[in-house]
């Protein structure tokens, strides 16, 4: 297999690489379209969290890793602090503050953004977009590193998903660099095929989104020597077209993104998408409805009810939500700013795609009766990210003509 006659089932999904690429040229516009609207473009986020587990995290001074932040101003009066804050403050005064300080629901995948915190700054997400920006070694590699090891379950032993003795997931203990920083590369790129089906899917997970960060770093690639941006067939090559199992990851986690959206289909067709104009509102409505449409429209993609089906598999659940939100801790030790946000958003879509999948039964999926199963912050975060890696097949498309051109000239 690779990227050049990409055919076969994906493996662990329902389908093959055709159907999905299929898919993607009816969803790849749909999204497109979307993710410019006011709703969707502007995320709010805490940059500026101390890494929780080290303290040595060099932090990337190129122009490059810089994030544009807006302000509280330009963004509809609806969702600044001040409203925000104000929403959230009891009649009881300001000494009762039932909702404070709460990191995450019991539901919740990941470490979701609070949208009424002081300390969050606004991105528009369009003025900031996902390239090269030159972070990498050891910091870059230390996060890596620190990801694939919470891979490491407690829980479960390695053929099926049955039982084991468990303990949540340990969080890292804060370190120095000095002295235990050792190379990632040396590490095993795939899972032990005897591992179970969850243990598996976390890690093609996390290495699908490795793999899509790596394709846009590739696709807009900046020159050094002529200072253009543009796409770089050999480090597409290197990083990506030389490993066929990182490939059918993004492949893989498109099709578990897809099917959270298929799932929660019902739910965003009702949910009011509000910014405070009305024309703009029901023009992002018929963009989400068509989007969701088309997703519900394709069946058999991935079949969430294989995960966590035996009865005894509820501490291995929590283990992998756990391990989950330990990475969205992790981070907030990228040192490069532009890197952390989308970062932070991705493992953030990945996190809500995972909630919609495992927290919740079809039937509560109900805007009338559930209107605030998802947050904004979620919602924009889980169609960025499937954005984000709609654009990585298109991107994988490109690089096969790339090569097969640079084939035929030589
Ligand atoms: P890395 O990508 O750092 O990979 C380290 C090792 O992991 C490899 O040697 C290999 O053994 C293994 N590996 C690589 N890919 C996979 C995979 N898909 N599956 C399994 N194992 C794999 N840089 C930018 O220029 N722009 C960005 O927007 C950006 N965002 C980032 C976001 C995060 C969260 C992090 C941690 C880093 C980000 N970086 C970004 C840095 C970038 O990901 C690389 O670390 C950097 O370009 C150096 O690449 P590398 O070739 O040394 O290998």
Known sequence: ???????????????????????????????????????????????FKECPFWTEYGQCVNKACAVETIDETDVPEMWRSNVLGALRTSPAGPLFQPYKKCEFKEQDFCIVEDEADVESVFVNLLENP??????????????????????????????????????????????????????????????????????????????GLHSSIS??????????????????LDCFISRIGSHPERLENVYFTYVVLLRAISKVSDYLKGYEFCTGDKVQDSEVKDMVNQLVNTAKSIPGTFD???????????????????????VSKIMDCVGCDKCRLWGKLQISGIGTALKILFSYDDEFFNPKVNPNLLTRTEIVALFNTFHRFSESLKAVECFRHMYQQRVRET
Request: charged content about 20%; aromatic content about 12%.
């Open 304 to 326: 969430e009810k294989q995960m966590f089906a035996s009865s005894q598999s509820s501490l291995l659940k929590e283990e992998f939500k756990a391990r989950f939100r330990n």
């Open 1 to 47: 297999q690779n990227y050049c006659s990409l055919s076969g089932i994906i493996s662990d999904a329902c389908c093959g690489y055709k159907t999905v690429e299929k898919i993607n040229d009816e969803l790849f516009p749909q999204l497109h379209g979307l993710v410019k609207a006011n709703f969707f473009k502007y995320y709010k986020l805490n940059l």
């Open 130 to 207: 996902e390239r090269f920006t030159g972070y990498a070694g050891a910091s870059a590699g230390r996060v890596w590193k620190a990801i694939y090891e919470e891979n490491c379950f407690n829980s479960a032993p390695t053929t099926n998903s049955l039982g084991g003795k468990s303990q949540p997931a340990s969080p890292i203990k804060k370190t120095n660099l000095a002295g235990i920083f050792n190379n990632i590369a040396n590490q095993p790129d795939v899972v032990d095929s005897d591992t179970c089906f969850e243990k598996r899917v976390y890690y093609r997970l996390i290495s």
């Open 215 to 232: 394709i846009h770093i590739c696709n807009e690639y900046l020159n050094q020597t002529t200072g253009q941006w543009g796409p770089n």
